[in-house]
């Protein structure tokens, strides 16, 4: 059977596609969701819905985000086969899919990340679909249209021939509740052709980048808009300049969209920090509303970044690159890891230094945790500074500094950086230095003053007022940005900032109190967020 070729002579299944909810963290903003007007999770879950789009086309698929609402036992009573995808931190969740589904005998599979990266940790599981889709996906659709019951013992499906990214479906955007999302997702290309020591990427996708077609990928856009997404979108590729030809192919494209659709949708990416060298990139993205860009910095340190494979870091004094980008309308979000082997005792200091002259508002702070299959964990395995078993640890890596103190550091940058005063500072700086050099299109549709966009804005400005105006226990921090907005009718403005720098806030004071990990990639289970003071 070629790969992709789903559709013929197959039997008719009830497939229920179940995606586990997220651990809280730092970058999913569950703190900002009871300020808006019905935002109930980050971001819907491409995989899953690729693979749901995927199926063959008599089945009857049903599409779960836990992040939403929970499966419920009818889901199960009414599904044969029930799919789950999910990352390392989702590891204690796709575990309770798993006991709920098997507690209705159902035949259960699971894909994603997590399971390719470690196919032992999910022992439990019927069917193990290990890598992206491919014949693997061919094979296993094969199986259970012969048969959809629980196999004698798990079956584990590898794939060897990927699927080309040109033969992938639009993703079944709608099974999804896309307005009830903070930003809509899409991929454009898959892998990445650097090997920073601490990344799984490679291993997982490849060095050699594939990309869809331009064609494809506004295709996808337009669909999310009939589905009613209509905020941003974030495209979720590793690198989204990993095929620099293939981005230029398509920025034409998207501006040409854009204008078409009179600016529906605004667009966030991650890249590599030597995007900045490239102007005739960064000009088409402007031109197509990229307003949001997030750089793994990791750490100023050059030495550092050479140590972790991460050198292109260096091709540009930083500082430098982020005004680059500020200076094409583009705020950057940054990645940041403490506890690396090179950092001293004044580490915390500098990075502290960093963010205040880099006036970036969001840096995810994370200590180094080792993930399967990158460099980072084969080395420290042969170095037995490796912990597996300790649900006790903030990370899997035994530091060259005492894990107290780094631990300690951690939770203080984070206490300093968000404090409010600090934070609504680097914003103004935003407001001044980066939001003016956006496109600001007349005619957006995102924008326009239509009853749909004020009944939005008015909803979000009085739960604002209410959550942090009037109960936040910084109101006149709050309040100070506030009135300056308020004074010139910028709302846009204020209702991002005031989203935003809530979730920051508060998310920080449960971290430097402990009572937050310290890296968004560990697998300790992690209690419920409330998500509103």
Not at 6 to 29: E, I, Q
Not at 288 to 312: R, V
Not at 484 to 490: E, P
Not at 520 to 530: A, G, T
């Amino acid at each position: 059977m070629e790969v992709g070729d789903f559709t013929k002579d197959f039997a008719v299944r009830r497939l229920l596609c179940v995606f586990p909810r997220y651990t809280p963290s730092f970058g999913s903003f569950e703190f900002s969701y009871p300020l808006t007007d019905g935002i109930r999770a980050f971001m819907p879950p491409q995989g899953l819905l690729v693979i749901a789009a995927s199926a063959p086309k008599d089945w009857q698929v049903r599409f779960v985000d836990e992040n939403l609402d929970p499966a419920t036992p009818d889901d199960f009573e009414w599904a044969e086969v029930v799919f789950v995808s999910g990352m390392h931190v989702q590891r204690p969740q796709m575990q309770d899919i798993l006991r709920r589904a098997h507690a209705k005998d159902r035949t259960t599979v699971l894909g994603g990340s997590s399971v390719s990266a470690c196919p032992e940790h999910y022992p439990d599981f019927d069917y193990l679909h290990v890598g992206e889709m491919g014949d693997a996906t061919d094979e296993l659709f094969a199986r259970l249209e012969q048969d959809a019951t629980r196999p004698e013992r798990q079956i584990v499906l590898k794939t060897v021939v990927r699927r080309e990214l040109t033969d992938f479906p639009v993703p079944a955007y709608e099974l999804a509740q896309l307005r009830k999302y903070f930003i809509g997702s899409v991929q454009f290309s898959s892998g990445c052709p650097y090997q920073c020591e601490f990344c799984d990427i490679p291993a997982l996708y490849g060095r050699n980048p594939r990309f869809k077609t331009p064609e494809q990928l506004t295709a996808e856009l337009d669909k999310m808009v009939e589905c009613g997404l209509s905020n941003a979108v974030y495209f979720v590729d590793d690198n989204f300049i990993a095929h620099r030809r293939g981005v230029r192919e398509l920025l034409p494209h998207l501006v040409e969209w854009q204008k078409r659709n009179r600016y529906p949708l605004s667009f966030a990416c991650e890249a590599t920090l030597n995007i900045a060298k490239r102007p005739e990139i960064l000009s088409l993205m402007r031109e197509a509303m990229f307003e949001t860009i997030f750089c793994g910095i990791e750490t100023t340190d050059a030495d550092a970044l050479k140590a972790m494979a991460k050198e292109h870091n260096n091709m540009v004094p930083i500082l430098e690159a982020i005004e680059t980008l500020n200076g094409y309308g583009m705020e950057v979000v940054s990645g940041i890891i403490m506890g690396l082997d090179t950092d001293t005792a004044d580490s915390d200091k500098r990075l502290l230094d960093f963010v205040k002259h880099s006036q970036i508002p969001l840096l995810t702070m994370n200590l180094l945790q080792a993930l399967p299959r990158t460099p980072l964990w084969d080395r420290l395995k042969r170095e037995q500074r490796l912990i597996e078993d300790d649900d006790d640890r903030e990370s899997n890596v035994v530091f060259r500094r005492p894990y107290e103190q780094v631990l300690a550091e951690w939770r203080e940058c984070m206490r300093i950086a968000y404090q409010p005063e600090a934070l609504y500072e680097r914003y103004e700086h935003q407001i001044k230095a980066t939001y003016p050099n956006r496109l600001h299109p007349k005619d957006s549709v995102l924008r326009a003053p239509t009853w749909a966009n004020i009944r939005k804005g008015l909803t979000i400005v009085g739960r604002i007022f209410w959550f942090v105006g009037i109960r936040g226990s910084y109101r006149r921090v709050f309040w100070r940005f506030a009135w300056a907005r308020l004074r010139t009718g910028n709302l846009q403005d204020l209702v991002m900032v005031g989203l935003v720098a809530h979730h920051l806030i508060l998310f920080a004071r449960e971290a430097s109190s402990g009572r937050r990990d310290a890296s968004h990639y560990n697998f300790k289970p992690s209690e419920e967020l409330v998500a509103a003071e």
